[in-house]
């Protein structure tokens, strides 16, 4: 009986995974605002990836679970320093001085040599 179902359980989470990424694009395309899109990247990245990795656990080997717990740990740790390194950048930002500033453009007004 168990048999029966795991192959029908694994559907279903590749299913809610891909779910899941479809909605984390749709969050990149239609989504104006840089940190709403960094979130949507960032989520969906893992909480896609994770039933499509339970669903290779279910189904597969020992090796494709061990192989599949390793990608999760690496985007487990990797993806908050991605966002965070993206979102630094973007805050520093310097090629885009704040409107009503009196900072000049880049290249303009600024003769220092380096």
Same mark, same amino acid.
């Given at each position: &009986?168990?048999? *029966? $179902?795991? %192959?029908?359980?694994?559907?279903?989470? !590749?299913?809610?995974?891909? @779910?899941?990424?479809?909605?984390?694009?749709?969050?990149? $395309?239609?989504?104006? *605002? #840089?940190?709403?899109?960094?979130?949507?990247?960032?989520?969906?990245? #893992?909480?896609?990836?994770? %039933?499509? !990795?339970?669903? @290779?656990?279910?189904?597969?080997?020992? @090796?494709?679970?061990?192989?599949?717990?390793? !990608?999760?740990? #690496?985007?487990?740790?990797?993806? /908050?320093?991605?966002?965070? $390194?993206?979102?630094?950048?973007? &805050?520093?930002? @310097?090629?885009? /001085?704040? /409107?009503?500033? *009196? *900072? /000049?453009? %880049?290249?303009?007004?600024?003769?220092? !040599?380096?």
């Amino acid at each position: &009986m168990t048999a *029966d $179902v795991l %192959p029908w359980i694994g559907d279903g989470l !590749v299913l809610l995974g891909l @779910a899941i990424l479809t909605l984390a694009v749709a969050g990149l $395309v239609f989504r104006a *605002d #840089f940190p709403v899109r960094l979130q949507a990247a960032g989520k969906g990245t #893992f909480l896609g990836i994770l %039933p499509l !990795v339970a669903a @290779a656990a279910l189904t597969g080997t020992a @090796a494709a679970t061990t192989r599949g717990l390793l !990608v999760v740990v #690496f985007l487990l740790l990797t993806t /908050p320093v991605a966002a965070h $390194v993206l979102a630094w950048a973007a &805050m520093h930002d @310097a090629d885009d /001085p704040e /409107p009503g500033s *009196d *900072d /000049p453009a %880049p290249g303009e007004g600024d003769h220092r !040599v380096a």
